[in-house]
């Protein structure tokens, strides 16, 4: 990694930390890539890695897809950018609704937190409150009102059934803070009493139907099911954050999946395999009251861009048949059943857990199903792992609560690899410890 090395010590004197985004820096430097291809990535010193990274999950053909680069070249050389609409947006937002159940209308944006902050706008626009109920653990991007709660301290968070609202980050807005209504994710009963005692104030209630941010929690029995019956009876809009869940999952997302309609949708990540693209969907009657005229803004010059327009309806055309998420399904059944049994009469605890090509490795005595179950994670174990994969050729994140996922570029023998390599890891540490 001399290359990488040397890169950001020149990097990080003109930006901070050398990345772009904080979630790429680690110690001693952060590891600076150069080529991508299928399921492989290549650094600048030319190591190969096999990816499970997969760019936070938007990766979903795999790297440099044939299919969405040969639709990016065409609308390259047709010399559209953006700031004008044309019929090639009308297709996306047209296939948008087509594939999700819930989704009567649509409109894209560029990012996850933006479409996050178009869909909060539109909550408190059509119900005039202000509130916003989210799980604790959840992460739905950096806006002041719901970067809150995602990993905080436990002894800040307060009790267990009833969390605090903790800033993740300095400089948010306080005012902001205080519009934050945090519940368990996981926890029913808790989660009505939390919604049901601030129905008054709550615009909105956002969750990740599967809350792959805190590594991968999935969702118990009837707890969606609870969501969807309480916002229903109070008339508060239940938003599903899908933008790792979406088109990963089923064609339609994990409101297909789970058969729950949600009354607003957030997407991004596989909707366009990697290219800046994210989109709201929802009720008519939600989502017009941004339209032109309307008492909800809703503008940006990139909205609807070309070029990530053209990745977006050429990966979608391939997602909607269903064809590529079973295949994922069953790769990570796969991998489940082989890491799970090479932990099977160790001294440890190995939980995968996962679905949809997404997943995360827990070294636990016990499955994890909300934030607080969290601490019994092995961390330094993870660290171990993570680094023993790394020198291998293998990349993982670097936190221990992150996600990771395959590709339909990630072969048999990408996984059968990654299996063997870890079998490998567990034996070394066992002779280490």
Not at 17 to 30: I, K, T
Not at 143 to 149: A, C
Not at 405 to 427: P, Q
Request: glycine share 10%.
């Amino acid at each position: 990694m001399k290359n990488s090395e040397r890169l950001y010590k020149k990097y990080s004197e003109v930006s901070p930390g050398g990345v772009q985004s904080n979630y790429r820096f680690e110690q001693p430097h952060p590891i600076y890539y150069k080529r991508a291809a299928g399921s492989k990535l290549w650094d600048i010193d030319d190591k190969e890695y096999l990816d499970f990274l997969i760019g936070y999950g938007s990766i979903v053909l795999g790297h440099a897809d044939p299919r969405v680069r040969r639709a990016v070249i065409d609308a390259l050389d047709a010399g559209m950018t953006s700031g004008v609409e044309t019929e090639l947006d009308f297709k996306l937002v047209d296939t948008l609704c087509k594939m999700v159940p819930s989704a009567e209308m649509a409109r894209v944006c560029n990012s996850g937190t933006e479409a996050v902050m178009h869909a909060l706008m539109i909550a408190r626009g059509y119900t005039g409150k202000d509130k916003i109920a989210k799980a604790e653990g959840g992460y739905h991007g950096w806006y002041d009102p719901v970067l809150v709660s995602y990993h905080p301290g436990f002894k800040e968070a307060g009790p267990e059934k009833n969390p605090l609202p903790i800033p993740a980050s300095s400089g948010l807005d306080h005012a902001a803070l205080g519009s934050s209504v945090i519940f368990p994710y996981n926890d029913a009963e808790s989660a009505r009493r939390i919604i049901t005692k601030n129905k008054d104030e709550i615009a909105a209630v956002m969750i990740e139907p599967i809350c792959f941010n805190t590594g991968a929690l999935m969702p118990k029995k009837g707890f969606l099911e609870e969501l969807r019956e309480i916002t229903s009876e109070l008339g508060i809009p239940l938003i599903f954050d899908e933008v790792i869940t979406g088109f990963r999952i089923a064609p339609g997302g994990a409101q297909q999946y789970f058969n729950i309609k949600p009354d607003l949708s957030i997407f991004g990540k596989a909707i366009a395999n990697g290219y800046p693209v994210s989109a709201i969907a929802g009720r008519e009657d939600l989502i017009n009251v941004s339209k032109p005229g309307g008492k909800v803004a809703y503008a940006g010059t990139y909205n609807g861009n070309q070029i990530c327009a053209a990745a977006s309806s050429a990966t979608l055309d391939v997602l909607k048949s269903g064809s590529i998420q079973k295949s994922l399904a069953r790769n990570t059944e796969f991998l489940r059943k082989k890491v799970e049994r090479l932990g099977e009469g160790r001294k440890y605890g190995i939980h995968f857990q996962g679905v949809g090509g997404k997943f995360q490795i827990f070294f636990s005595d016990r499955v994890i199903t909300n934030y607080r179950e969290t601490m019994a994670v092995n961390a330094k174990m993870y660290a171990a792992f993570r680094k023993y994969m790394l020198d291998n050729g293998v990349l993982f994140h670097y936190h221990e609560l992150f996600h990771h996922g395959i590709t339909n570029a990630h072969t048999k023998e990408d996984l059968a690899g990654f299996v063997d390599r870890f079998g490998k890891f567990l034996d070394a540490y066992d002779r280490k410890n």
